[in-house]
């Protein structure tokens, strides 16, 4: 450990230069009036001031855009010093280098980059070389952000912008932490507080992102013509037509159906709480609806109508029910949010989660399952619910008071209804044999809780997130779910082949003990048997298309 803590030491001082002459770049030999210096983001090579400054005429920010911290030696110890210190004046328009006719004034910014906080002296252009960009274009192709449309005088770079996102989504680092370290960072002993300038262009950042993601920057009628949903990101492994499925999948035989089934997971979650806040301010959601929040607007004005819904219950062994209408709720905006998620893959529908105002309710869960299957073109549908067994006894009674463009038709997608496997342990026996997952033809050995560990991810985020105002939050969670779904998604290229060779064996032990069995029976018990095993299927299946 002395060997490397004598190295750190070194470093401190003037290292190898101790034996140099003169400017590691230009060899001019020091003099006594010399000034020395080093740049944390080039090397440990020493320079002299003509060079630091030619060196980074192109580059104020260094280090893919890090604004170089130039140190000088004073004789025994480095000294923080700045290229604006050093009278480093950055031209835009032209990458650093000079401009015919520069504009007069010089101005400052201040830089959010990654690493550091700088103040960069800088001109606009005002030639006609650089075609006729204004002021706010000019910020934004030197990849700086401007934290204001009017005048900006401090801006972030997208390097800042891109790794708060990923940390955020990631660690659920907040925006002051992360400022605040790069001000600690910048110098430790003058620690001025958090812009909150910075979140806000954090959230317009991550925004754009979402929209160039989904493709709408093509999009010749622009931003305002993307539709609902069309900015999430889908499950890349459940049945889309034209996308991913073969032709004439429709008229394959009844007992290969199955394949192109959707199968589909709904729950809520009351840790994502939201409190009601005194002296509020208008907080717009970005693009609400385009993702995967349910439309804000049509969502509460389906709500004007339950205010006072009350559902009844006949299954009473299972808790969620008799809990639903009773949700703590005083002094909350929501109690919870309500979602649906693809069973299998586990990635976050369209238009898939809502806020719920109190408890459970069914109004709600509708609303955010229907909103989420908006389009799905399938002919079997089925849904896992840890109540579905009083949910669907009259839901397409329900749906039919729905808005005409929510409703399924009924005709050419045949629903089924299914409890998550654990959960349906907690169910009366007979609500069990008739509803959970393990019997419902079709499904295979999905367990249906899977959107339980959706939540488990999301949960970090309820205490920060409780306190936001409300378009703040529905975008951090539009952010988090963007980030969930895109990594279930490149994932399933090693969890689905891992799947396979575990199912596969399990199939292949079932099979062998099937057989041992079967071959001790008498082909008349098993024909009755096999009679009977068909008939209970069929009516099964005729009973869930009659609710």
């Known amino acids: 450990m002395q060997h490397f803590l004598d190295e750190m030491l070194r470093r401190e001082g003037l290292g190898n230069a101790m034996h140099e002459r003169g400017c590691s770049c230009c060899k001019i030999p020091w003099d006594s009036r010399s000034r020395r210096f080093r740049c944390r983001d080039c090397g440990v090579f020493v320079q002299c001031m003509d060079c630091v400054l030619e060196r980074h005429r192109l580059t104020p920010l260094h280090k893919l855009q890090v604004y170089v911290f130039a140190q000088e030696w004073k004789g025994n110890c480095w000294v923080p010093s700045t290229l604006e210190s050093l009278g480093s004046v950055y031209q835009l328009g032209h990458g650093g280098h000079p401009c015919q006719h520069p504009a007069p004034a010089v101005r400052t910014m201040v830089v959010l980059d990654v690493g550091h906080i700088h103040t960069v002296k800088f001109r606009y252009f005002a030639c006609d070389s650089s075609d006729t960009a204004q002021n706010l274009e000019q910020l934004l192709r030197n990849n700086w952000y401007p934290a204001t449309t009017v005048d900006p005088a401090t801006c972030a770079t997208l390097a800042s912008l891109d790794l708060f996102r990923l940390l955020n989504v990631v660690g659920n680092i907040n925006v002051h932490d992360f400022v605040g370290a790069l001000e600690q960072s910048t110098n430790a002993c ?109 969502y509460k004005e389906h709500l004007k109508g339950y205010v006072a819904e009350k559902d009844v219950s006949t299954c009473i062994a299972f808790a969620a029910l008799l809990q639903k ?103 009366e026996r007979k609500c069990q044999v008739q509803n959970s997952l393990s019997y419902i033809p079709g499904v295979g050995r999905t367990d249906g809780e899977g959107i339980k560990r959706t939540w488990s991810g999301f949960n970090p985020l309820a205490w920060a997130t409780k306190e936001m105002m409300s378009g703040a939050r529905a975008d951090a969670f539009e952010d988090k779910i963007d980030h969930h779904n895109f990594l279930k998604n490149v994932n399933q290229g090693t969890t689905l082949p891992r799947k396979l060779i575990l199912a596969m064996d399990e199939r292949n032990r079932q099979v062998a003990a099937f057989k041992e069995v079967d071959g001790t029976l008498k082909k008349e018990l098993r024909r009755k048997w096999q009679k009977q095993i068909d008939e209970w299927i069929k009516q099964g299946l005729l009973k869930a298309k009659s609710i």
């Open 325 to 427: 209408d009773t949700r703590l709720a005083t002094g909350l905006r929501a109690s919870g949010v309500g979602g649906v998620v693809c069973a299998r893959h586990e990635v976050v529908r369209p238009q898939g989660v809502g806020d719920l105002q109190k408890g459970e309710r069914y109004s709600n869960m509708d609303y955010i399952l229907l909103s989420s299957i908006l389009g799905i073109t399938v002919m079997y549908l089925a849904i896992s619910y840890d109540i579905a067994c009083q949910w669907k006894l009259h839901f397409p009674a329900r749906m039919s008071a729905m808005p005409e463009h929510m409703r399924l038709d009924l005709s050419r997608v045949k629903l089924l209804y299914g409890l998550p496997v654990w959960h349906a342990a907690a169910h």
């Open 190 to 298: 003058d620690v001025k507080g958090v812009p909150v300038s910075f979140g806000l262009m954090a959230r317009q950042h991550v925004f754009l992102t979402r929209l160039k993601r989904a493709g709408r920057a093509h999009d010749p009628a622009g931003i305002r013509a993307t539709k609902n949903g069309e900015c999430a990101v889908q499950c890349w492994c459940c049945p889309h037509d034209e996308i991913n499925l073969p032709e004439g999948w429709r008229d394959v035989a009844p007992e290969y159906q199955f394949l192109y089934m959707m199968l589909l997971a709904m729950d809520a979650n009351f840790r994502l709480r939201h409190r009601l806040r005194a002296n509020e301010h208008e907080d717009r959601l970005l693009g609400s609806g385009w993702g995967h929040l349910v439309e804000d607007g049509p």
